[in-house]
């Protein structure tokens, strides 16, 4: 059974950083994806960043891009989320996701293209 456990999330200051941790059991990589979500109150859930775990690819929201790295350790079975230069507009929930099966580059940031997910961890970026 997959499980996903994120934690890390905190209230931090705009302009300051946090890592997004994700620790992952019984996921077998193989050819599939993983990935962090959003979601804000009021909004849809929204992807953030990806990686192919065959790859090591990395894919990234527009909203996001040189602020926010997606990691995966391998060996400790952990996928990071390294947030800087947070904006109040990055305050959300954030999910871990994963997909054991291939998921399409086109529909990276889906949500119904990942079978497992974490419960979240809240993000507030307020002065």
């Known amino acids: 059974q997959v499980q996903l456990a994120e934690s890390g999330g905190d209230s931090v200051q705009p302009g300051g950083s946090l890592r997004l941790s994700c620790v992952v059991s019984?996921?077998?990589?193989?050819?599939?994806?993983m990935a962090w979500f959003r979601q804000a109150p009021g909004k849809e859930r929204e992807g953030v960043a990806t990686?192919?775990?065959?790859?090591?690819?990395?894919y990234y929201a527009d909203a996001v891009l040189g602020r926010f790295t997606i990691v995966r350790d391998i060996a400790n079975n952990i996928l990071f989320l390294q947030m800087n230069s947070l904006k109040p507009e990055d305050t959300a929930r954030y999910y871990c996701a994963a997909s054991e099966e291939y998921v399409l580059i086109v529909e990276r940031f889906r949500h119904n293209a990942y079978g497992y997910w974490g419960q979240g961890t809240q993000v507030t970026v307020s002065s």
């Open positions: 019984g996921y077998t990589a193989g050819n599939g994806a």
């Open positions: 990686v192919y775990t065959a790859t090591g690819k990395t």
